[in-house]
């Protein structure tokens, strides 16, 4: 829910790591980038820009309130990776870190009045970063992403006597704008599956390091109607916990061919203290199980064979906690890679990436909330570059 903290954390990755319900922590694909272990980058052997747009429509009931629905839309990544060496390739892009949207209103009687408080929050965070992986032995490879967390986080509170268009409404507005630099390291293993020769294990491991983020903190109050505003608070320094997060992943996987994925998340966050915004921190543990599987291969001459198929299933557990119950998601991912074929076979096709993802998140039967969602990514992986290959002349 985006009204926790920082927000909804974007964690799912790229849409081919959506289409999983965000698996990609131990096993590679040589198509598309991997920045959810950076370990993973090297498998990329060509230069690849990979860009996707994400459409969400969200649907939330509320206690005692009228249902609420809206859509967003906007892009949900852009990157590049470059192979360095044969055995190192390095990455680099901006991606959402986080949104907040949303409202809600509670109503108290005072004599024969009603006085309103309306709750709002808008903004989020996003994420530049640079990535770096490296083989340091067949089975081994080590990674490395620095990056950069910015934006501004709003919230306001307006409160009256209703209907507001009537009376003067008293407005609270606060602005936290984060400014963070962040550390992410991964290690990831590949080993022969017994009795195989194309098939493989791999195990992966990651997570960013850092449990807080730093910002500036500005206060403002107004009374609508009237131009009469007052700076309470005006670059007050301060901080906002980051609940940490460890990423375990383990698979099974054939090269262009199929993979199995499980997944789980640890956050620790029961050391971090209420600071008094109606909900208590908790840790929580996420599950995430995911595959994907094409018919055919590259020479394939059917079209249907060449296309990935994938699909995911999510079990998460937010690390917050509402009157003693647990912030709960559910999610179902389904998705596929098209290829788009051409003549000439020499280099990798572009793809194209489509995801769905339906869920519910939230509590029912609460002042929160639970909201059911609907998010569509699409992405277009481009990695034939041809003016990037080096031409010998005989």
């Known amino acids: ?18 289409s999983m319900a965000g698996c990609g922590v131990a096993v590679p694909d040589q198509d598309h980038p991997n920045f959810l272990n950076p370990a993973l980058l090297h498998f990329n052997r060509k230069v690849n820009l990979n860009s996707d747009l994400r459409y969400t429509y969200r649907t939330l009931n509320q206690l005692n309130q009228s249902e609420l629905k809206a859509g967003s839309a906007g892009l949900g990544f852009l990157s590049i990776v470059v192979p360095l060496t044969n055995s190192i390739s390095a990455g680099a892009g901006i991606r959402p870190y986080s949104a907040r949207e949303f409202t809600y209103q509670q109503l108290r009687r005072a004599g024969s009045d009603s ?39 709003e919230d306001s509170v307006a409160f009256g006597v209703l209907p507001s268009y009537f009376n003067y409404t008293f407005i609270s507005i606060t602005k936290r704008k984060v400014s963070q630099f962040l550390l992410k390291p991964g290690v990831q293993l590949t080993f022969p599956f017994p009795g195989s020769e194309t098939s493989f294990i791999a195990a992966g491991i990651t997570s960013e390091i850092g449990n807080q983020f730093s910002l500036s903190k500005y206060n403002q109050f107004s009374v609508a109607g009237t131009g009469i505003k007052d700076t309470l608070e005006y670059e007050v320094p301060s901080s906002i916990p980051r609940p940490m997060s460890m990423k375990f992943g383990l698979g099974i996987f054939s090269p262009l061919s199929y993979s199995v994925n499980a997944e789980a998340e640890f956050t620790r966050a029961g050391n971090i203290a209420s600071d008094g915004s109606g909900f208590d921190y908790s840790d929580a543990i996420t599950w995430r199980l995911g595959g994907e599987y094409s018919p055919g291969s590259k020479r394939s001459t059917t079209y249907l064979n060449l296309v990935h198929y994938r699909a995911g299933i999510m079990i998460r557990d937010y690390p917050y906690t509402v009157d003693g119950k647990k912030v709960k998601d559910l999610r179902i991912s389904a998705g596929a890679s098209f290829p788009i074929v051409r003549k000439d076979t020499k280099f990798s096709r572009p793809i194209i990436n489509l995801s769905v993802s339906a869920g519910r998140r939230g509590i029912a039967n609460s002042y929160i909330g639970s909201e059911n ?21 005989d």
């Open 115 to 153: 006085i309103g408080v309306r709750t709002r929050g808008l903004g989020g965070l996003s994420q530049t970063f640079l990535s770096c992986g490296i083989r340091i032995h067949k089975n081994i490879s080590l990674g490395l992403e620095g990056s950069y967390v910015f934006g501004t986080l």
């Open 373 to 393: 969602y609907l998010q569509v990514t699409m992405g277009f992986t481009l990695n034939d570059f041809l003016w990037f290959n080096r031409y010998k002349i």
């Open 1 to 18: 829910m985006s009204r926790f903290g920082f927000g909804l954390p974007y964690d799912f990755g790229i849409s081919r790591n959506e």
